[in-house]
C-alpha cells in the first residue's frame, strides 16, 4: 500500500511559469496616399517658411531695370537681408513702394516748404498736361514721400543713402556734388541720348535724403517709375536683396 506522502503526483507542466509577455499585434501600415498626401503637406509648410524667412522668388514685370533684368526674368530675393541687413548703395532691392507711387505722387505739394533748412521748397516737375514749350527747366526729385505703403512689389537698385545730397542730370546720379559711376544705367534710349527730350531725365536741383530712408533708381532711366516721381523709402519697406536670377537659363547668375 502506498503511503499518502508517496501517492503519485502530475508531472509538472513543461511550460514555464510566470508572467508572459503579451504578442505585439502588427502595427498598422499607413496607406501610400496618406504618406504621398503628408509628404507634400510638409514639402509645402517648408518652401513658405523658406519664402517667408529666406529667399523669395520674384519674377520682372517691367522693363524699369533693362538691361541688368529684363521683363519676364526671375531672380530670388534675400529676405534675412532686407529684414536685418543695412543697404548700401549699388544694391538691387525688392521693396514696398509708397501709396503714391501708382500715380507717381509725391508726399508734398510744388511750392510746399520741407526738411529741417527753413524756406527750402519743393519745385515739382509738371505733369504731362502741364508742360511748358522750354524744357530746360529746374526741377527737384520728390524729396518725402507718402505715408505707408503698397503690397505691390517693386525692384530698384539703392542710389541715394540716408543723409545724401543727391540730383540727377540726364539720368545720371550726382551724389554730394560728385557724379556717380553708375555702369549699369541701360545705354539704349537713354537720357544721353541726344535725340531724346524726356523731361524725366533731369531734376538739377538738389535734394538732401532723409535719415532711414533710401533713394532708388530703375537702371533703365528714360523707362522706370522709381523716387524721382515718389520719393525715398524707409528702411522697413525692403523686402530682400535681389542677388541671384535663375530664369530664363542664358541668365542664370548672380546679380
Known sequence: ????????????????????????????????????????????????????????????????????????????ANRIEGRFGTPERGDVMVFNPPPGAEAQQCGIQNGESFGPAPGTKYVALPSISELPDDLSGDYMPCPVATEGKQSQAFIKRVIGLPGDRLKIIKGHAYINGKELVEPYINPDDSCDDSRTTAITCTFSMEIKIPEGMYFMLGDNRNNSDDSRFWGPIPKENMIGEAFATYWPPNRIGGL
Open 1 to 76: 500500500m502506498s503511503h499518502p506522502l508517496f501517492a503519485d503526483r502530475k508531472a509538472p507542466n513543461s511550460k514555464k511559469s510566470g508572467p508572459q509577455m503579451p504578442e505585439e499585434s502588427p502595427k498598422k501600415q499607413m496607406s501610400p496616399a496618406v504618406e504621398t498626401a503628408m509628404i507634400v503637406v510638409v514639402a509645402i509648410a517648408f518652401a513658405f517658411t523658406i519664402q517667408y524667412l529666406l529667399v523669395k522668388p520674384y519674377k520682372i514685370p517691367s522693363p524699369s531695370m533693362v538691361p541688368t533684368l529684363d521683363v519676364g526674368q526671375r531672380v530670388l
